[in-house]
């Protein structure tokens, strides 16, 4: 059972990046995954949370409007579309399952099984 999440790198304000959150070894759709994102410093802070198997979603506040998570049961991967980006943006940013998969959640202690994380970098 594995979480892969790939897709981060160096963008200038107000750019994009696409997120992808591949699983390996077991289908996600019974689960609810999570991103979460840590900047230096600081502690991991929930992103968003969607229910696979209905794609019911929760977002942070300040995520709202800007990043757009979605999934693809067929390629067993969820994606996470940021747009808009802003330096305080910059984090290494996770993608986690919650393996009781009732509902979205940003409570990082519900989650079971985390990735390596991705890097991304805001900057001009």
């Known amino acids: 059972v594995q979480l892969q999440a790939s897709g981060g790198g160096l963008v200038r304000p107000g750019g994009s990046l696409r997120l992808s959150c591949q699983a390996f070894?077991?289908?996600?759709?019974?689960?609810?995954i999570g991103w979460f994102r840590q900047a230096p410093g600081k502690e991991r802070e929930g992103v968003v949370s969607i229910v696979i198997r209905d794609g019911g979603t929760l977002y942070a506040d300040s995520m709202k409007g800007r990043f757009t998570i979605s999934r693809d049961n067929a390629k067993n991967t969820v994606y996470l579309q940021m747009n808009s980006l802003k330096p305080e943006d910059t984090a290494v940013y996770y993608c986690?399952?919650?393996?009781?998969?009732?509902?979205?959640?940003?409570?990082?202690?519900?989650?079971?099984?985390w990735g390596q994380g991705t890097q991304v970098t805001v900057s001009s």
């Open positions: 070894g077991f289908p996600l759709d019974d689960y609810v």
């Open positions: 986690t399952l919650d393996l009781r998969g009732w509902d979205k959640t940003l409570d990082i202690n519900e989650y079971d099984i």
